[in-house]
């Protein structure tokens, strides 16, 4: 009950922050569970699993606001499910303790990458229409090896190539949703298949994932309400500095 509840809250304020920035769940959630002990393809696999409800419930609200540009989605969904099978088929052919190291790095690197861009703002230009599909791929990869990234990459990408954020934060959340859907059911193919030799019991994580959910659909509505009261510089400026304490402590705890 106790580990539902701390999850619950990650959930929650992961939740709240992703939905002001269009980025951030899944590296902070991520983050956490790697804190917590959890195997990379795990962690992985839990915040994907929980992502299916709370990209849903916040694609489903872009939609209904009009946020979405369709021509985008059209360009990025096919290229993002591709790159997040893709990626799990790697993570999931790999012993948790081999590539742990790596997965850290790369959080480490995706938290430094949001402190600079909240000290310095992409200037908006024309989106460059070659950049979306090679971009949607390498999201979807890196979002399922390391858990999350799908926003710092695209979103970030897409806003500093001049694309109007409400759209571009719209379009993205709503490409989410297919992307996490087809990396967990990677997940569960190769669990099924026995690709997965280190999946061990998953089961295991069942009351993260839910604590995760629960807490995630409980913020998707409020995040409007948080960019009005926190400014985005700040706001992206405490995350990225959340996500660079989280990978100083995996590092400290892979060197002892």
């Known amino acids: 009950m106790i580990e539902f509840v701390i999850f619950a809250a990650v959930g929650f304020l992961a ?18 569970l790697l804190a917590f002990g959890v195997p990379p393809a795990h962690a992985s696999a839990s915040v994907h ?17 009009r946020n979405v540009d369709w021509r985008l989605v059209g360009l990025l969904a096919p290229a993002g499910v591709v790159g997040g099978v893709f990626g799990t088929y790697v993570l999931t052919g790999i ?9 850290t790095a790369y959080l480490a690197a995706i938290g430094a990458f949001i402190v600079v861009k909240a000290m310095r703002p992409f200037p908006e230009r024309p989106i460059s229409g070659w950049l979306v599909v090679p971009l949607g791929g ?69 009351p993260a994932v839910g604590g995760l959910i629960v807490g995630g659909i409980v913020a998707a509505p409020l995040a ?12 992206t400026a405490v995350v990225g500095l959340l996500i660079l304490t989280l990978a100083a402590y995996q590092t400290w705890q892979l060197l002892h």
């Open 15 to 32: 939740q709240l922050v992703d939905g002001a920035l269009g980025m951030a769940y899944g590296v902070t959630c991520t983050s956490v």
């Open 49 to 65: 699993a929980a992502e299916v409800f709370t990209t849903a419930a916040s694609g489903a609200s872009h939609v209904w606001h």
């Open 95 to 103: 012993a948790g303790a081999a590539i742990r190291p790596f997965v």
């Open 138 to 206: 390498a999201g979807g990869f890196v979002d399922a090896v390391g858990g999350g990234g799908w926003g710092p990459v695209v979103t970030s990408s897409l806003i500093g190539s001049g694309g109007a954020p409400r759209l571009v934060i719209g379009s993205v959340n709503a490409v989410e949703f297919v992307v996490t859907l087809s990396v967990s059911l990677t997940f569960l193919f190769a669990l099924l298949s026995g690709h997965w030799e280190d999946a061990g019991n998953v089961t295991d994580h069942l």
């Open 224 to 235: 409007g309400y948080v960019i009005k009261i926190v400014a985005t510089p700040v706001l």
